[in-house]
Structures are given as structure tokens and as C-alpha cells.
């Protein structure tokens, strides 16, 4: 079934098996190499579709989820060696794919689609610290998104009001055209909100609405204002419980702006809008 692909008039049997062996290897499949397609699993039937597009070493590769039914952690080891295996051929693979942590794992370039519609593109890391679009934030970088109002600060810099409390910062993701104050929407990653330390000042307080156990940590959904929830990292060594209230950090190198709030009115498509001061 490997060899389906591969040219028969001009390689030999023993051609054929050199270039079959290495890929089987690859994605584990030396064991079930004498098993017929019908007695394979989903999962391993899958992966013999996509070594019998490896085997090929075609320029280019494309992929549509093909470890959708693995688990998470030989989804990982199957794109990892994938990945390895790609870069030793400079092959370009095109993965399509909903596993948004394999994929920005595993890629140098990333492009996230919604609807139909190219919503971003760009490396990984750029990709989850600047999202420009509410779907990027939420469905990418896991962030959380609410309002907020910046106020440029006289010597540089931004405030970031908050409905539940403020921070400032020198630089803030997504404000780099911004002159002056501004009300916008902004996306706070999992890494904006943290427990503030015995001794540190608080910048803010939210109380407990749920939690659940994450391994080495407590996983807590926090409101910190009226139908605002966020996630909150909390150690194992503190128990929480519904409705006990925490005392937070806001860090603005986890926030990064993802548009602004307008009530300006819509105008007709033949009328030209000039660019706001603000931006």
C-alpha cells in the first residue's frame, strides 16, 4: 500500500523497500508492515496515507489533519518527527489542522483561518503576542478579551485602565501607531493575570467562580468584574474554593491591543474616512 506511490517500472524491489523502510520507521509502522489496510486502525491507517505521500519526496507536501485521531502526546511525536523528517528533504508541508498547540509547536509559519477568511499570518510567537483580530486572541492565544481605556504617559509609555484595575508599561503589543488615549479592545493572554505574591501590592482582586486540578497546579476561572472571567494559575499548596477571593497582578506584557472602540457612524462606501489621530 506504501509502495502504491512509487514509480514500479523504474525502481527495483529492493529500491522500492530502501525508501519504504526509513518512513515506516518514522512513523512506527514496522510492526503492522504485513497487515493488511482492513485490520489496521484509524490511527495507523492514517498514517500509512501519509507515508505513502512521504515515500515520495515530492517539493511539497499537504496534510489535513492526519493525527486528529491520536492522542495528545503522539500527535506531538508524530508531528515532531514529521517536522525533522521535512527539513532533511526541504520538503514544504502544508498542514491543515485544529490542534492549535501541535501546530504552533511544530511550524515556522503559521496562517489562521475563520470562516472562509484569512484572519492572520505570521510566525507563532508574533502570531499569539500580537494578535489582530478578537478570533486570533481567543482561539489561538487563549486570551481573554474586554475593553479597556490607554492614556499616553508624559514621559512615553501607556496606562492601561482596566475594569478591574490598571497597569503601565513602556511598549504594549498592538499600540504601535497610537499618539495618544484611546478606548479599545484588548486581548489578556493567560499570562496577563497572576496571583500576587504575601508581600507584593495587589493590582487587582477577582473571586473564585470554578477550578479544576491541572497537574501541577490549580486552574482557577477568577471574575474580576461584573461577567468578566479569566483564568488564573494558583499553586497546589493553596486550596481554593468557590467564591474565596484572590488577590492579582496584571502584567501589560500579556496584553496586546486587537481594536478599538468606535461609535463613529458607519459611513457610505464612496466616502473616504481619513485615519483617526489616535492611530
Known amino acids: 500500500n506504501v509502495a502504491f506511490a512509487l514509480p514500479g517500472h523504474s525502481l527495483t524491489a529492493g529500491e522500492r523497500d530502501d525508501m519504504i523502510k526509513p518512513v515506516l520507521a518514522l512513523l512506527d509502522l514496522e ?8 485490520s489496521l486502525s484509524a490511527a495507523e ?14 517539493p511539497v507536501l499537504l496534510l489535513d489533519d492526519p493525527w ?21 528533504k526541504h520538503c514544504a508541508v502544508l498542514y491543515a489542522t485544529q490542534d492549535v498547540t501541535g501546530a504552533l509547536g511544530v511550524t515556522d509559519q503559521i496562517a489562521v483561518m475563520h470562516e472562509g477568511r484569512l484572519e492572520q499570518e505570521g510566525e ?36 492601561i485602565e482596566l475594569p478591574f484595575g490598571e497597569t503601565q ?53 477568577v471574575e474580576v468584574a461584573e461577567g468578566l472571567v479569566v483564568p488564573v494559575r494558583v499553586p497546589l499548596s493553596f486550596e481554593p474554593g468557590i467564591g474565596a477571593e484572590l488577590r492579582l497582578r496584571v502584567h501589560a506584557d500579556g496584553i496586546a491591543v486587537v481594536g478599538r472602540v468606535t461609535n463613529e457612524p458607519e459611513l457610505p462606501p464612496n466616502v473616504l474616512r481619513m485615519p483617526s489621530e489616535s492611530w
Not at 486528529?68 to 532533511?88: H, N
Not at 486540578?213 to 486552574?219: I, L, P, Q
Open 124 to 159: 507563532p510567537r508574533e502570531v499569539v503576542r500580537t494578535p489582530t483580530t478578537e478570533f486570533v486572541a481567543t482561539y489561538v492565544a487563549g486570551a481573554v478579551v474586554c475593553e479597556a481605556t490607554l492614556r499616553s504617559l508624559p514621559r512615553g509609555g501607556w496606562r
Open 169 to 221: 508599561s513602556d511598549t504594549l503589543d498592538g499600540a504601535e501607531h497610537m499618539t495618544r488615549h484611546a478606548m479599545v479592545r484588548v486581548a489578556l493572554r493567560p499570562d496577563a493575570i497572576t496571583l500576587a505574591g504575601a508581600r507584593e501590592t495587589a493590582d487587582a482582586s477577582g473571586l473564585i467562580r470554578d477550578y479544576d486540578f491541572a497537574g501541577d497546579h490549580w486552574r482557577a476561572q
Open 68 to 88: 486528529c485521531m491520536l492522542s495528545p502526546r503522539d500527535r506531538e511525536v508524530r508531528a515532531r518527527a514529521m517536522y525533522r523528517w521535512a527539513e532533511e
Open 45 to 58: 491507517a492514517a498514517a500509512v496515507a501519509v507515508a505513502r505521500a512521504m515515500v515520495r519526496e515530492a
Open 31 to 38: 510492526r503492522v508492515r504485513d497487515r493488511v489496510p482492513a
